[in-house]
Nanobody, 117 residues
Framework: QVKLVESGGGLVQAGGSLRLSCAAS????????VGWFRQAPGKEREGVAN???????NYADAVKGRFTISRDNGENTVYLQMNTLKPEDTAVYSC???????????WGQGTQVTVSS
């Protein structure tokens, strides 16, 4: 079973950047689809970006042009590069994995991102 651990969160000023990592252990997740999600206080969880086994990616409109998702299969890690951060990006960010196009069933514990104005 794949286990996911996120890291890289923290406090940053508006306009700054952070890179989140989602490291997988237990088995290789080369064939998995991996997504980043976020949940702000009092709000529902929302999808941020996905990267497919093929390397294809997609993004939520709110982060297009600012965030980049990528995967390093050799390191068994997926990254989320976040640039030009805004206070509204403040949330707990979690990664999730699934084989193929099945619903996400494997989740990490999350990492806090706080953007100050």
């Amino acid at each position: 079973q794949v286990k996911l651990v996120e890291s890289g969160g923290g406090l940053v000023q508006a306009g700054g950047s952070l890179r989140l990592s989602c490291a997988a252990s237990g088995r290789t997740f080369n064939g998995y689809r991996v997504g980043w999600f976020r949940q702000a206080p009092g709000k529902e969880r929302e999808g941020v970006a996905n990267v497919y086994a093929s390397g294809a990616t997609n993004y939520a409109d709110a982060v297009k042009g600012r965030f980049t998702i990528s995967r390093d299969n050799g390191e068994n890690t997926v990254y989320l590069q976040m640039n030009t951060l805004k206070p509204e990006d403040t949330a707990v960010y979690s990664c999730a994995a699934s084989q193929g196009f099945r619903p996400y069933t494997i989740w990490g514990q999350g990492t806090q991102v706080t953007v100050s104005s």
